[in-house]
Every structure is written in C-alpha cells, then in structure tokens.
C-alpha cells in the first residue's frame, strides 16, 4: 500500500466511528504544528492560505491552490482533506476535471461547495448543485485514489440561513455520492442535531468558528468532524495585529513575553 493510500485508509477509518478534530492549517508551518500538537489529520483553509498572499478569500485560483495543496501534503504524514470550493468551475465536467487534478496531490479528502459568488444568487440552483457533487464523485471514482468527498451546503455562509433548504441540499449531496456533509456556521446544538439526523448514517462536519460548543458535546451530538476553517489563521492575525498596533501606537513592545520559538518546534524535523 502507498503512503497515499495509507493516508486515505486512514482518513476513512476517521469517518467511520467517534469524532475527530481536523484543524486547519494556512501554510506548511501551521501544518507542521499542528501534526506535532497530536491531530490525527488537517484540513486546507483558503481563506488563511489567501491571506498569506495578501488577497481576500475566494481570490485564489485553482493553480495555486493546487501547488499548496501539494506543499502541505508533503510536509506531514497526516491525511490532508483540500478546502476546494466551488471545484473552480461552474459546470459539473469541468469540476470533475478539476477534481481528478486536485486527487493527484496526494489529498485524502476534499469538499466542493454550492455557493456562486453572487450576491444576487449566492447559491447554485438544487439540480446544478447535485449535478456538481455527482461529477465530483464520479471524478473521484474514475482515479481510483478513494479520496473522500464532502458535500457543503453555504446557505448559512451567504445569507440564506434556511435549516430546511440546507437539509435538503444536503440529503440530495449524499444521495449523489458524498461521503461526509457541512453546513458551515450552523451554530446551534438544534441545527447540529437535525443535520446529524437528516444525513445519518453518513458523517458530518461541522466548522466551529465560535466557542458555541465543545468537542466532546457535539461528539454527543453525533458529530463526527469537526473543523475551523480560517478560524485559528484569524487568531495568528489578531495577535499580530495587536502587537504591531502597539508598537505603531505606543512605541512599546508588551506582547514581546513569553514568546515561543520555532527554531526548536521545525529542528524536529
């Protein structure tokens, strides 16, 4: 069995049983701690990776996201499931072909999204979003690699927070071959739980983005994943920020105690 392999039968194994915490790295660094804290595997972020090049989420394209995608993976021995939007497409083919793409990384995971980007419209219509999942299983299925898929609905995200709309999309993805589904910022314990219900026996992911819960009660729940998304690469900005603000403001240096040092985290390696 390759490593590739390994990291897929892993990642399955995940999803199978309990509940894991996959957090979400911005580069290869925050990758690096994050597999020495113990985290049994990572997830992409293109919110933090697209702030590291100093854009707005949703402002990279699928080239780089492939090149990150390859950098992270071969930085640690955990699965990676790859944040990959909308698929970078519109049509279902094209997302298929990009999936096939992004599957080549050494991914063990990814998630396509049904959100457009429209204000107007922010979300794909029922049947194009489904069609868009059912490429992106068929893609994965065509290489042979057993990457697992997750489904996301983004109605919460775009301001269309509609829980029955939402479950239907969300029965329709696992319908249409998605291993695991997302609702990202639901954030209730009356959503979470009716999402678990609605998609059970597949898993769920929920992003935590708010300390509206805690790991071991939405294992309770029946949650299975849980992510953050570009929730911890925000906490690395607020910090930074506060130091850099004092010293601009203040000419002082308190936010300079205590500091860790990374030399002694990578010599690790």
Known sequence: MS???ERVA???RLHSSGCFVMPNPWDV???LALEQMGFRALATTSAGFAWTLGRADKGVGLEETLEHLRAVVDAVSLPVNADFE???AVDPEQVGANVKR???TGIAGLSIEDSTGDEADPLFSFELAVERVRAARAAI???GKGVVLTGRSEGFVVGRPDIDDTILRLRAYAEAGADCLYAPRIDTVEHVSAIVAAVAPKPVNLLIHTPFIT???AAALGVRRISVGG???RVAWFSFRQAAQEIADAGTFTHFNNLPNPDALFEQR
């Open 231 to 233: 929730t911890l690469a």
């Open 86 to 88: 909308g698929g970078y």
């Open 10 to 12: 892993e990642f399955h």
């Open 141 to 143: 299925d065509e290489t």
């Open 3 to 5: 490593v590739h392999d």
């Open 102 to 104: 992004a599957a080549a």
């Open 215 to 217: 790991v071991a009660e």
């Open 29 to 31: 660094g925050s990758a």
